[in-house]
């Protein structure tokens, strides 16, 4: 069984190829999709979630066209990379109406909100305007509107952008839980490493092509070839990076405004080592970690390569 | 993993969405422009009835006074009419989709077990609701400051028909833009250009085009008679080969069910993403 299969696939907008014959299987279970910025990853969401037609080949959802299939969605739940909200309305009210457009009468739509909201630890801040929201809330918010319908597919794109390290913990803690309860996950990054914290299952896309798909550690030995840049935002920069230069893997650091950015040929242990000293707090807040997608383009430049 | 519920029915998803645009809507910039813009004529009224307390007529044509009931009908056909039930039309109608695009919320409606349809639909019905909760309170405010009690008993009818015409026009005119907003890129642009050129146009121009525009039907139902001499009278002269008034609520009514049928068609084909 296949729960997203794309047969010959293609999508063109005017002359340019988003995506260039692409035939994938991804099975049950949590799948990654991983690709730098423009490699075609948000083309092939936009198309598995019936926002764009295929310009040739077809695309099957949980066995079913989703281009003009509306009632398709009420099996999949959807959490989109962009940032935006009704930021009048509180999250409660956000998640409790768009429940409600699957077909619950009101009182359901509010219990599956509070429900998905509780499983995203926001439940505290769910009566405040989405407007107050920090990054982070607002990513798990937009979790909350996907999965309070509890749907069989979850589409998830780039769902850890913002997220502070020990957020990023828990919803991957969380996202693993769901695929453990039955639901399929497909998850996209830029980032190996979070893909990598959630599956081994991942299909590699560059270029409008799908070039890998697989077993993660089959590209993981090419990975720790490259140095692996990571972005911390933190008010003292300083004494975060002395603690982390005592890491083996850590090759380089450099400060800029308002944090640091560390080169490491373990990325592992180094986002654990990370993910840890947010934990103690003795370094104070470490508000977000990122970690641009020049990692990935060298892996996949590689990759073409060989 | 619980039982899941039906997926709603179209008229179920509109209601759906009907019920999370109208706060929205109600709530928005937009309001605050709809406000001021329906705020004018009151201010006007409140002007016209201070200046008619002071024992001075607010306006005479070729030296007779016109009483308040005429000045209302005019302001109902100048103000209202010609002006802000187009200009409402066209801001609201070509919003409804363009600002979920242009704000990318459209992705949370359109990844539901609704038709895309229903979406444009539930929010046309909260532009009918709020434009009319704004633009018909202000009417009566306008009717009850120029029209003197004496005169209501005599007037209520016309202004019975003034609410009812000014909601069809609200109603005719957001749908077409709708579906100009459903349908092309620069929509408000193309509005304005047929609410201020096209019909300003073929309104003056002898002949049937007119009969392509929504002004025409929507004119041709004023139930007000218009002062016949003086710069009234090119107004007037407009109004004098009106279709009757079974047509004209029939052609509106037919620009209300084809424009809205035709918006659903463009909503539900088009990819709004490519926009983004």
């Known amino acids: ?306 | 993993m619980r039982a899941r519920p039906v997926p709603p029915s179209f008229a179920a998803g509109a209601a759906r969405v009907f019920g999370l645009s109208l706060g929205e809507m109600l709530w928005s910039r937009r309001t605050v422009f709809l406000l001021l813009v329906t705020g004018a004529p009151v201010f006007l009224a409140i002007v016209a009835r201070i200046v008619r307390g002071s024992g001075v007529v607010p306006l005479r044509v070729n030296g007779a006074a016109v009483d308040g009931g005429s000045i209302f009908g005019m302001m109902i056909w100048v103000f209202f009419l010609r002006f802000i039930v187009p200009v409402l039309g066209v801001f609201y109608g070509t919003s409804l989709i363009a600002d979920e695009v242009e704000e990318r919320t459209i992705t949370y409606l359109f990844t539901r077990p609704i038709r895309r349809g229903a979406v444009l639909v539930g929010k046309y019905l909260a532009y009918i609701v709020s434009t009319t909760l704004v633009v018909l309170p202000s009417v009566v405010l306008v009717y009850f400051l120029l029209v003197p009690l004496g005169q209501v008993a005599r007037t209520f009818v016309a202004f019975a028909a003034d609410l009812g015409l000014l909601a069809l026009g609200l109603a005719a005119y957001g749908a077409l833009f709708a579906l100009v907003g459903a349908a092309l890129k620069r929509p408000l642009v193309s509005g304005l250009v047929f609410v201020f050129g096209w019909e300003q146009i073929a309104l003056l121009v002898p002949g049937y085009l007119k009969r392509f525009t929504v002004a025409h039907y929507v004119q041709g139902l004023v139930p007000h008679a218009m002062p016949s001499e003086g710069v009234a009278a090119v107004l007037q002269s407009v109004l004098r080969d009106n279709p009757p008034a079974l047509v004209c609520i029939l052609a509106l009514t037919a620009v209300v069910v084809v424009t809205l049928w035709l918006g659903v068609k463009a909503v539900e084909s088009r990819e709004y993403v490519l926009d983004q």
């Not at chain 1, 035939?23 to 910025?37: F, Q």
């Not at chain 1, 959807?78 to 077909?103: I, K, N, S």
């Not at chain 1, 998830?156 to 957020?167: A, R, Y």
């Not at chain 1, 996209?188 to 979070?194: F, K, P, V, W």
Request: hydrophobic share 40%; charged share 20%.
């Open chain 1, 1 to 306: 069984m296949t729960i997203v299969a794309a047969e010959h696939l293609s999508k063109w907008y005017g002359q340019v190829s988003g995506l260039n014959d692409v035939s994938v299987s991804i099975p049950p279970g949590i799948t990654g999709l991983l690709g730098p910025n423009g490699a075609g990853k948000s083309t092939f969401m936009k198309l598995i979630t019936g926002q764009l037609r295929p310009s040739k080949g077809q695309v099957l959802v949980l066995g079913e066209p989703i281009w003009d299939n509306a009632a398709l969605y009420q099996r999949i739940g959807f959490c989109p990379e962009q940032d935006a909200f009704y930021d009048r309305m509180t999250g409660r009210e956000w998640v409790t109406a768009l429940a409600g457009l699957h077909g619950f009468d009101e009182r359901t739509a509010a219990a599956a909100a509070a429900r998905a909201i509780a499983a995203v630890e926001l439940t505290e801040a769910a009566d405040r305007k989405i407007g107050s929201y920090s990054k982070g809330m607002r990513q798990r918010i937009k979790l909350a509107q996907s999965i309070a319908h509890e749907p069989e597919l979850l589409i998830l794109d780039e769902p850890l952008s913002g997220m502070d390290p020990l957020m990023r913990r828990r919803t991957v803690k969380q996202i693993k839980e769901w695929a453990r309860n039955g639901t399929s996950v497909l998850v996209s990054s830029h980032i190996l490493h979070e893909i990598e914290s959630m599956t081994s299952n991942i299909v590699l896309i560059n270029n409008g092509r799908i070039v890998a798909e697989g077993d993660v550690h089959q590209i993981r030995d090419l990975i720790d070839e490259h140095p692996h840049t990571v972005s911390i935002r933190t008010t003292q920069a300083h004494a975060v990076a002395r603690e982390l230069l005592a890491d083996e893997g850590v090759v380089s650091v450099r400060f800029e405004p308002g944090g640091l950015i560390v080169e490491t040929v373990r990325p592992d242990a180094f986002y654990a080592r990370v993910t840890d000293l947010a934990a103690g707090g003795q370094f104070g807040p470490i508000h977000e970690i990122t970690s641009p997608d020049d990692n990935l383009q060298a892996v996949f430049r590689y990759l073409v390569k060989q």
